[in-house]
């Protein structure tokens, strides 16, 4: 990396103040309290079970890093807004990747939702997927894209 001149050093101290400020307004974390999702019955345990399935399901469809990083924020968000159900997390994980994806991969990677649905091997229902895409894109008001840890590596390198 070449060592940036003036100009372009306050034009990187923009983008990153820019960056964290929309940042600080969107960033979402669950809070863990008593070993569950604060608001939810949803447990620790079950939750780093799920960010790992959804490691799984990114390398399986030949998803980019970033969508995995956009996809587990897009779970935080809504989990930190919502109060889920158990039953519901596998079905929510999966259509935050599946977002994700729509804004970061090229629409020749992303097949149909039957494709990703039949291929992940879930027991969910395209319907069922496209009414919990419209849940969580009401919820978090269209709003999805928030700076991950991916981006900052981008910005830096």
């Known amino acids: 990396m070449k060592n940036p001149g003036a100009v372009e050093s306050r034009r990187l101290v923009g983008l990153l103040e820019a960056a964290l400020v929309r940042e600080a307004r969107l960033w ?4 863990i309290k008593n070993g569950c ?58 259509t935050s990747l599946i977002l994700a994806a729509k804004i970061n991969e090229e629409d020749e990677v992303i097949g149909s939702v039957r494709d990703l649905v039949v291929q992940s091997g879930c027991n969910f229902s395209t319907a069922e997927i496209l009414r919990m895409e419209r849940i969580i894109l009401d919820k978090l008001h269209w709003d999805l894209y928030t700076a991950t840890p991916v981006d900052f590596i981008h910005i830096v390198s």
């Open 28 to 31: 979402k974390v669950p809070v």
């Open 37 to 94: 999702i604060q608001g939810a019955d949803i447990s620790s345990s079950q939750y780093q079970e799920m960010i790992f399935w959804l490691g799984e399901m990114n390398r399986l469809f030949q998803f980019c890093p970033e969508t995995f990083a956009l996809g587990v924020c897009v779970l935080n968000r809504l989990l930190s807004t919502v109060k889920a159900q158990p039953k519901y997390l596998r079905c929510i994980a999966f």
